[in-house]
């Protein structure tokens, strides 16, 4: 397993986790719109730039994201109204992610669960990169 950073800071406090647990993580300084790796490296990746991640994905490989999804509720919908926002969630808000996932290049996608936080929305996608 691989985890990435681009703050030395957090790297370092996550390393002492991993260390303190005996878990075998490897972790990472970098950015996610330039990933460190060699072309179709992973089996799993997640990330949230999708361009980067099809890159380093093996021919067959999945990816998983979890991230603030489409309301499904007026709660959530409600909460959206100032979750959105923020640039960062709302095409995940609009409910773009699938459409994303596919000019990425990936197959299959497909939202694995939903949840209501008292954030909003939070959906779990799987996708494929074509074999």
Known sequence: MIGLDCDPKILKIAKSKVAREGLSIVLDLG???????YDNSFDRVKVRTLKEIFRVIRP?????????GKPHNALMYL??????????TSDNIKGLLPEMFRKAGFIDVEEKARYMTITGTHSLYRVWKPG
């Open 31 to 37: 950015m996610t719109f330039e990933l460190p790796y």
């Open 60 to 68: 067959g490989g999945e990816f998983h994201l979890a991230d603030f």
């Open 79 to 88: 909460i959206s109204l100032f979750v959105r926002n923020f640039e960062e």
